[in-house]
């Protein structure tokens, strides 16, 4: 089993920044590829950002130049710097992860097994 917990949302203006953190456990023996997602009340939850085994990483193009996604494989994180926040990037965001070196479609909901609670982000203007 995997496990994750969210950290790190909150309340900024336009402009402002935020660093969301994931912890995982259950498995440390294990290679993951992880990702974050972002669902506004009403909407379709959509994938952001993802990382695979190899650092390979993928954004949605709404958050590229913007948003960078990292990890630290001693403390078994997965981070999120949010920099330029606009308002539309108000959501309650969320990590993923699964078993395995990669993902062919890392931005897609079905490839992750494991989820996070949730860490509510909000961008005022």
């Known amino acids: 089993q995997v496990h994750l917990v969210e950290s790190g949302g909150g309340s900024v203006q336009a402009g402002g920044s935020l660093r969301l953190s994931c912890v995982v456990s259950?498995?440390?023996?294990?290679?993951?590829?992880m990702g974050w997602f972002r669902q506004a009340p009403g909407k379709e939850r959509e994938g952001v950002a993802a990382i695979d085994s190899n650092g390979s990483t993928k954004y949605i193009d709404s958050v590229k130049g913007r948003f960078t996604i990292s990890q630290d494989n001693a403390k078994l994180t997965l981070y999120l710097q949010m920099n330029g926040l606009k308002p539309e990037d108000t959501a309650m965001y969320y990590c993923?992860?699964?078993?395995?070196?990669?993902?062919?479609?890392?931005?897609?909901?079905?490839?992750?097994?494991?989820w996070g609670q949730g860490t509510q982000v909000t961008v005022s203007s």
């Open positions: 993923a992860a699964d078993y395995g070196l990669r993902a062919f479609d890392s931005l897609a909901r079905y490839v992750y097994r494991y």
């Open positions: 259950g498995n440390t023996l294990s290679s993951y590829y």
